[in-house]
């Protein structure tokens, strides 16, 4: 079978990922490009005899090299000269996208144009001649509609036998002539003609591209090369009166405006299009942040009430049959009652169970920020927080990676680098960590649940917001002191038309972050629960390994050692300062180790039962937990299905919090409890993000992250504690 190489290019909001799920479908590897943090995505799939190799290339309006996305497409185009690129291509937003198009075809390497959302253009009235636009090009065009799998077929026949160099622009007389007269002397050049195409070069060289001449000053011959194309620079600037760059931008537009011209026929005109109509509410200067909050609400009564019944199945699932299960079979080999026993129940299940058991909460986590990305509503959301990042000396374009960090803090971290301004990157870098990432929230779930039973919904949104007061908060102090500037640039970005999302859209994108979850289960999360049994098993001060009281454990000792600092704030024994120490790790540990730390066990795991019976009760359960779901998601808006209005019953580990909580806090569980989510929502990041942020930030920053986020958040949990005592309250 032979082998083809594909690179993918094309804007952003073209559809271009979307095209590359569809192709590659779960057959893709998602990391970074080498030594840079802008995610790479590879994928793979098979046609006839052909095993395709597809590289995503990240989102780019030209090649010119202004950003670190462009500089990575186009040094991979140069270098790794990829059998075909499919250049995807925004059919409503022809002008704009071909521009991309011109400049690849300028490498010649040979091409196959996806002309994707037809549909879209078609609705606006946009037709398309399929044959003359090919023929102008000179290389294939396919219409697509890659949501829907439309055209994905043909382009894949046409990407494997079709797909060939196109023509190239033809310049004005005297820029063509300096061109062949450059291109001749760059043939000549062996060291340099083997890395870049002659005319593409000489083009590059004219435009003054100062990447590029860096590169070829490197190259023998390259200053010679520069002398001579600096002549030609200052004779075409002399006939046409005008920088060289802008003559050739602007040629190419001009030969851009009259294709899609000669190509297009625009049969109706709307006055105002669904989107704009739509983009008048939802972007309105008052009602736009109220229905942004309204957005974040419901979001979040989704994710506490709407994923409650699947948590309990998985819950009942993990330490009911699988706890017997593995118990019988340690017992049939001889090593019931034994530390392999402890291990394995208390330490794996206990541990990463205990965090798995969040995964349905996660999940829809996932699934409605799915929406928002997919449906175009979260470059919206940019925009109407735009003018509350003003005072903060930043712009709206600062508050996307403040979403992206609701999910996870780490590529958020990394989402700073669309930013222009290093000090715009170090600022957001500074605040995105405020926001209450997916890790977070299964203890606001568990505390919430708890402690505040009926407003868990409203107390975890109260988090998040109170993630985003403090952002603001900190960042309006920073930028009247350690980033003090006059300066603050305007938001220029693109907002992409509503669209319907997509199952398979929102499938690969819970999916990706779902497994991402998985992974630090099964490696980080898996890790530190049995380094937190093995202190739990080590007896101190005399005892016998794995079968000593939790509170003359290691563990126990070190936890103990350190809870004094949290006295102030309403929670000083050592079950909450271990969970807080292990939460540096991954936030997701916080509640495994409470879990091992508590060492409780659910009544249920002791109960007999057959294997078939089991397999029973996880069946009626699964049913009956999907049928609760959905009763939960009327349950949001006001349709009240469920037979009975009783309580939820506490588990064991609730409980066992519950009690802890309020003896530390004397008698004011509520409050403490308040305080310890307060603290997790503010405290220092896990040991990912630091990563990121040593990475991308530096390492002062990093150290200013961990340090200052710890003393902000004692400081938050005291007031909280405290001032809630003062006043009564808890």
């Not at 300062?577 to 540096?584: D, H, I, K």
């Amino acid at each position: 079978m032979s082998s083809l190489r594909v690179a993918l290019a094309g804007n952003p909001n073209a559809g271009k990922s979307t095209i590359f799920n569809a192709l590659t479908g779960s057959h893709q590897h998602v990391g970074n490009w080498p030594g840079k943090t802008v995610e790479k995505k590879e994928g793979h799939f098979s046609h006839g005899d052909q095993n395709v190799k597809l590289i995503d290339l990240p989102g780019t309006y030209s090649l010119s090299a202004f950003s670190l996305e462009e500089t990575i497409a186009r040094d991979f185009l140069l270098t790794e000269k990829p059998d075909v690129v499919i250049t995807v291509v925004d059919a409503a937003n022809l002008e704009r996208n071909l521009y991309l198009t011109l400049q690849v075809l300028e490498l010649g390497i040979p091409m196959v144009v996806a002309l994707n959302m037809a549909d879209m253009a078609e609705a606006r009235g946009i037709r398309i001649n399929q044959a003359t636009l090919s023929a102008q090009l000179g290389v294939p065009v396919v219409f697509t509609v890659a949501r829907k799998g439309e055209g994905i077929n043909q382009l894949v026949d046409s990407m494997v036998s079709l797909a060939r160099k196109g023509h190239q622009i033809e310049y004005a007389e005297e820029i063509e002539k300096e061109i062949a007269r450059l291109g001749e002397i760059i043939g000549e050049m062996n060291a340099i003609n083997q890395h870049y195409p002659a005319r593409w070069l000489a083009i590059k060289l004219l435009e003054e591209d100062e990447e590029v001449q860096e590169r070829i000053q490197t190259l023998e011959g390259g200053e010679t090369l520069l002398k001579t194309t600096g002549i030609s620079v200052n004779y075409l600037t002399h006939v046409f009166d005008e920088e060289v760059d802008t003559i050739i931008a602007g040629q190419r537009y001009g030969w851009i405006n009259g294709l899609v011209c000669e190509a297009c026929v625009h049969e109706h005109l709307e006055q105002v299009s669904f989107t704009d109509r739509l983009d008048q509410v939802l972007t309105h200067r008052w009602l736009g942040l109220p229905i942004f909050m309204g957005v974040m609400w419901l979001i979040f009564k989704l994710t506490t009430d709407v994923s409650a019944p699947l948590l309990d199945w998985v819950d009942f699932v993990l330490t009911g049959p699988l706890s017997r299960w593995v118990s019988a079979m340690l017992g049939a080999v001889g090593l019931g009652q034994t530390w392999v026993e402890s291990l394995l129940v208390d330490g794996v299940i206990g541990g990463v169970g205990g965090v798995l058991v969040f995964l349905p909460v996660l999940m829809t986590l996932f699934f409605a920020l799915a929406v928002l990305e997919d449906s175009g509503y979260m470059a919206r959301a940019a925009l109407v927080m735009d003018r509350f990042m003003r005072p903060l000396g930043l712009h709206g374009k600062s508050f996307l990676p403040m979403l992206v960090g609701f999910g996870c803090t780490v590529p958020a971290i990394y989402a700073t680098r669309t930013l222009e301004e290093r000090r715009d990157r170090i600022l957001t870098g500074l605040l995105v960590p405020f926001m209450s990432c997916g890790a977070r929230l299964p203890v606001y779930v568990l505390f919430a649940g708890i402690f505040f039973p009926g407003y868990s919904g409203q107390v975890i949104f109260g988090l998040y917001l109170l993630g985003i007061v403090m952002a603001i908060g900190l960042g309006i102090a920073l930028r009247h002191t350690v980033f003090k500037t006059k300066h603050t640039s305007a938001l220029v970005m693109e907002l992409p038309p509503y669209r319907l999302p997509t199952a398979k859209g929102i499938w690969f994108y819970v999916w990706e972050r779902s497994s991402a979850f998985l992974k630090n289960a099964w490696t980080i999360i898996l890790l530190t629960s049995m380094v937190i049994w093995l202190l739990t098993a080590i007896p101190v001060g005399g005892g016998e390994f794995a079968k000593i009281d939790m509170q003359d454990s290691a563990f126990a000792r070190v936890s103990g050692a350190v809870a004094p600092i949290f006295a102030p704030l309403g929670f000083d024994n050592w079950q909450a300062s271990g969970a807080l120490f292990t939460g540096f790790v991954a936030k997701e540990v916080v509640i495994s180790t409470m879990s091992q730390s508590y060492g409780v066990m659910e009544a249920d795991v002791v109960e007999d039962a057959t294997f078939w019976e089991d397999v029973k009760a996880i069946a009626v359960s699964f049913w009956d937990a999907i049928v609760d779901t959905f009763k939960s998601f009327l349950l949001v808006f006001g349709v009240d299905l469920f037979d009975d209005g009783g309580e939820e019953q506490m588990t064991e580990l609730m409980h066992a919090i519950q009690v802890g909580f309020t003896q530390t806090s004397g008698g004011h569980g509520g409050l403490a409890a308040l305080a310890f989510m307060v603290f997790v929502l503010l405290y220092t990041p896990c040991a990912a993000t630091i990563a990121a942020e040593k990475q991308e930030l530096g390492t002062k920053w990093a150290w200013v992250s961990i340090v200052g986020q710890f003393a902000i958040a004692w400081v938050a949990a005291l007031v909280v504690f405290q001032g809630g005592r003062l006043l009564g309250l808890g």
